[in-house]
């Protein structure tokens, strides 16, 4: 079993950014592959970006690529999504996700566990 939880969501103005956080307890958090999705109102649950266990592999949606990060520190049981250069479009709330396995597969129907979820507004 994992927990998660998240933090740093919030409201910003188009163009901002902010840095979003999940921490695990629970097993040993380098064995899972790591992911952030979002869900907008009305809208299906998508993949935002993911993260394999050692963090060598990372996956983003074409919708966010060059503009959010995804990192994990091994060491803190904890993984980021720096959003840069935020859009109307990335409102939604943010969950963290956790599977085991080696790859980082962008099906939500993958992962195993969420965290409750944090907030993302962008807007003016």
């Known amino acids: 079993q994992v927990q998660l939880v998240e933090s740093g969501g919030g409201l910003v103005q188009p163009g901002g950014s902010l840095r979003l956080s999940c921490a695990a307890s629970?097993?040993?958090?380098?064995?899972?592959?790591m992911a952030w999705f979002r869900q907008a109102p009305g809208k299906e649950r998508e993949f935002v970006a993911g993260?394999?266990?050692?963090?060598?592999?990372?996956v983003y949606a074409d919708s966010v690529k060059g503009r959010f990060t995804i990192s994990r520190d091994n060491a803190k049981n904890t993984v980021a999504l720096q959003m840069n250069s935020l859009k109307p479009d990335d409102t939604g709330v943010y969950y963290c996700?956790?599977?085991?396995?080696?790859?980082?597969?962008?099906?939500?129907?993958?992962?195993?566990?969420w965290g409750q979820g944090t907030q993302v507004t962008v807007s003016s």
């Open positions: 996700a956790a599977d085991w396995g080696l790859a980082v597969p962008k099906s939500r129907s993958e992962y195993t566990y």
């Open positions: 993260v394999n266990r050692s963090g060598g592999t990372l």
């Open positions: 629970g097993r040993t958090f380098s064995i899972y592959t």
